[in-house]
């Protein structure tokens, strides 16, 4: 299976919805994509929801950390929402949500952000 990444621009949040999976394969493609969704628009935060993400492995949390790092430079914020449970123990052992927010939806991210639904 490979990975599908939804973008869509609210204000000055991308959302970014991944289903599939995020592995060595699709990490360099998205890695791309991502930094050019941020470069190019008025984005300032991230929302990342993982619902439909079957699968990741150590190259997506890198580039999720690395985008994460980007996001911070310019005063952003990123936060993870609707984690899959495979996926979210992914994130608990390699310690992200110490650094990356967790909410339970996009609505609530959104909120968080300041950013009405």
Known sequence: MSLNVGWNVKENVLLVRLSGELDHHEAEKFKKEWQHMIQTGEV???????ADLTFMDSSGLGVILG??????QMGGEMIACSISPLVERLFELSGLFKIIRYEENEMLA???LGVAS
């Open 110 to 112: 959104l909120l968080r």
């Open 67 to 72: 985008r994460y790092k980007e996001l911070k």
């Open 44 to 50: 300032k935060h991230v929302i990342l929801n993982l």
